[in-house]
């Protein structure tokens, strides 16, 4: 970084320093706080403000990551070479284990996604976690624009969009009862080019599936699904091989690809300034099903 | 800086302002932004598509932009926007970040919220009805938060044939009641939301305008010099001690720049306890710094052992805010339960938390008019007053006109853990 004379910050290094700004004041003031990382692309640009944030002393706070089962097997090695390199716990809260000890009901309806707010709820618990970072963005949704950067939750993890407080120039609000907790969005500012602008200038490890490779896909509502013994194929689908790339990351029965060639982060940026489709509305299955979706989940308790 | 000097491609040179608007459903203030969204290509196709579809269900004959930024459920079925919404949007040089709020009387608090963090002001008047007493509040509360740039639109000029006359009469209406505030900038431009005239390009129907469209005033208005960059200011957020053996004796001070450059070499002295040393190394991850300005977040370090923790504040010693228990603020107050004297309640200022006494109401403030109510002792929801605190612990504060960020706090209910209110210290 070198500095401009006229002492203007690009709006990198301002979302940045606005950022590391709430990682250090939820570490100073909350009991046990902990990291929500699920390999996607904005879990990874928190893991560096983190790093960024307490260096050169480790990340004060542990990393906990929900296991739907159906994770890209891509997405868990870019997690785990995050994990040893910044010597971070990692807690892993598996959808299939909460589903064993019946902490939620699979009806074989219900996505995976879905069930990862159950499993959340279980394992705030039974940790006792205050705080819980994560990587929403308020641009990524309409329900997300008025969330606010600490977003409190009550005992049932639930999110009241009536009765949110009032925040104010910097200055965090992060009181909470015993059994309560607060959801923390740092990112809150930052627009799905900014991550990935950030990304490229950060020149860090990401998983594998956000570059255009080769992989075996089948259509299936108009989108492109991977395939995978998660996934079997209905009568009618057939498997292709084809050029694509992911634009998020979760379970892999639900997130879809998109044909692109774009393999380096410049050339994803050039693809991304020209898309004309949201990320969340192109390639989540679990958004789709009503314009209210993404309300609806978040007053469950989901991110 | 990131961006600004690399010539490597895919690398954005731009920098960030952030801006309020405030309005009703009438004056075309969600139009605007559903505009300036739509024209600067921040809208997506899918976005665009519910947009249009829903507009075609209700039976208008143009697609209605305003339906672009209405969040929540609820606030969809009432059609009204109800809290703070933050939209974005960039342009090749610069990335803008609105906040958006209702203009009622109602939800003073919301404009007071989305007012707090913004370099810049708008403020929307339909062309037809002129100064309204919610576009005078909007200025008010512009003000009192010390928005450093007011941009007053004058819409829907196409409803008044382009009118020059008309638009005069607005900016001389507008530019006396200005007198009263403090607006250290401001500019009129008359534009049509609906049509897109002085919005993104110049119109071609006002040709007697000579000034900027406004997306194009918004891209070139100078920000950083709206920062205190003389009075160092380093409140302290977070003690960084690695206790590894690689850095074994480092401990840095964490916090975010609130005021003034600082440079390693620099004499400080550190607040409350009235020691002073030298910055050796002011770090940001990795890098050690030449120089640190607001609104950067970094590490200091200092040159002695001394004793520095959350809450304290570095500052040069010639140059130091006064500790104080005694504080004098406007107050917003934002809770349905009355501020009143003898009220205890938590404070948070800078790093800093405390808990402090309610002395006194000393008048409550009309934000329509600027009148003052001396008679009311007390503040109930959605009102401005000066009020007098006594806090438990002395406060590192700066006059809000000085320092929005050493010039502010909230206050806190401590039973509950609401916040209570917002205060601009005097």
Request: aromatic share 22%; hydrophobic share 45%.
């Given at each position: 970084m070198t500095v401009h004379a006229d002492y203007r910050l690009s709006q990198l290094d301002e979302l940045e320093g606005e950022s590391i700004h709430i990682f250090r004041e939820v570490a100073a003031e909350f009991e046990k706080p902990v990291l929500m990382f699920s390999g996607g692309k904005d879990s990874i640009v928190m893991m560096r403000l983190a790093e960024k944030a307490f260096f050169p002393a480790k990340i004060p706070f542990p990393v906990l990551q929900i296991d739907t089962g159906y994770d890209f097997p891509e997405v868990l090695s870019c997690r785990d070479s995050w994990v040893s390199r910044l010597g971070v716990r990692l807690i892993v809260a598996s959808v299939e284990e909460a589903i064993a000890k019946g902490v939620v009901v699979d009806d074989g309806k219900t996505s995976r996604n879905r069930m990862q707010t159950g499993t959340l709820l279980h394992a705030i618990e039974e940790h006792g976690f205050t705080a819980l970072f994560g990587g929403g963005r308020r641009d990524e949704e309409k329900a997300r624009a008025k969330e606010r950067v600490y977003s409190h939750r009550d005992d049932f993890g639930q999110w009241d969009p009536k009765n949110q407080r009032p925040e104010l120039w910097s200055l965090y609000n992060g009181r909470i009862h015993a059994g309560e907790h607060m959801r923390i969005f740092p990112?809150?500012?930052?627009t799905e080019l900014d991550i990935w602008h950030y990304l490229g200038q950060e020149q860090v490890e990401i998983p594998s599936i956000y570059c255009a490779h080769r992989r075996r896909v089948f259509e299936r509502d108009g989108m492109l699904l991977s395939e995978s013994e998660h996934n079997p194929l209905r009568p009618g689908e057939t498997v292709e091989e084809r050029t694509v790339r992911f634009r998020t990351v979760g379970d892999l029965t639900l997130t879809g690809c998109v044909e692109s060639d774009a393999d380096t982060i410049p050339a994803i940026i050039d693809e991304i300034s020209i898309a004309r489709l949201t990320e969340r509305g192109a390639t989540r299955g679990d958004d789709r099903f009503s314009e209210a979706a993404m309300e609806d989940r978040k007053r469950e308790g989901y991110f | 800086m990131t961006g600004i000097d690399s010539g490597t491609p895919g690398r954005p040179s731009m920098d960030l302002l952030r801006f309020a608007t405030a309005g009703s459903v009438d004056d075309g203030k969600s139009t605007l932004i559903g505009r300036l969204l739509l024209d600067s290509k921040s809208i997506f196709a899918d976005q665009l598509a519910a947009v249009e579809a829903t507009s075609v269900s209700r039976g208008y004959d143009y697609t209605d932009l305003a339906l672009l930024t209405d969040g929540l459920r609820s606030e969809r079925e009432q059609g009204i926007t109800i809290d703070v919404a933050y939209r974005y949007f960039a342009t090749p040089n610069r990335k803008f970040i609105i906040a958006d709020t209702p203009g009622h009387v109602q939800y003073t608090r919301n404009m007071v919220t989305g007012a707090s963090t913004a370099d810049l002001g708008l403020v929307l008047v339909d062309a037809r009805q002129g100064l309204t007493e919610q576009s005078r509040r909007h200025a008010v509360i512009l003000s009192l938060l010390r928005v450093p740039h007011l941009v007053l639109c004058v819409n829907k000029m196409d409803l008044v044939e382009y009118s020059q006359e008309r638009f005069h009469e607005i900016h001389k209406e507008f530019t006396s009641f200005a007198t009263k505030l403090s607006i250290p900038d401001l500019t009129i431009i008359p534009i049509s939301a609906l049509k897109g005239d002085n919005v993104v390009t110049r119109s071609?129907?006002?040709?007697?305008y000579e000034g900027p469209s406004l997306l194009h005033h918004l891209e070139n208005i100078h920000v950083a010099s709206d920062r205190d960059l003389v009075d160092t200011r380093f409140p302290v957020q977070y003690v960084v001690r690695p206790k590894s053996d690689e850095y074994h004796d480092y401990r840095g001070y964490a916090g975010r720049v609130a005021g003034g450059i600082l440079k390693p070499g620099d004499d400080v002295l550190v607040l409350p306890s009235g020691m002073t040393s030298k910055i050796s190394e002011i770090d940001l991850f990795d890098k050690a710094l030449q120089e640190a300005f607001p609104p950067m977040s970094v590490t200091v370090r200092l040159e002695d052992d001394v004793d520095v923790s959350r809450g304290d504040m570095i500052c040069r010693p010639q140059n130091a805010p006064t500790p104080s228990q005694d504080i004098d603020a406007m107050v917003c107050w934002m809770s349905t339960t009355p501020l009143r004297p003898r009220q205890k309640v938590a404070i948070k200022h800078t790093t800093r938390t405390a808990r402090a006494l309610i002395k006194d109401v000393l008048y409550r403030l009309d934000v329509n008019s600027l009148h003052r109510d001396l008679e009311t002792k007390e503040l109930t929801l959605n009102e401005i007053g000066r009020v007098q605190l006594r806090t438990t612990i002395p406060l590192l504060c700066d006059p809000y006109e000085k320092n929005r960020t050493t010039g502010s706090f909230i206050l806190i209910d401590e039973a509950t853990g609401v916040t209570l209110g917002a205060g601009m210290i005097n």
């Open positions: 990112l809150s500012n930052w | 071609k129907d006002m040709d007697w």
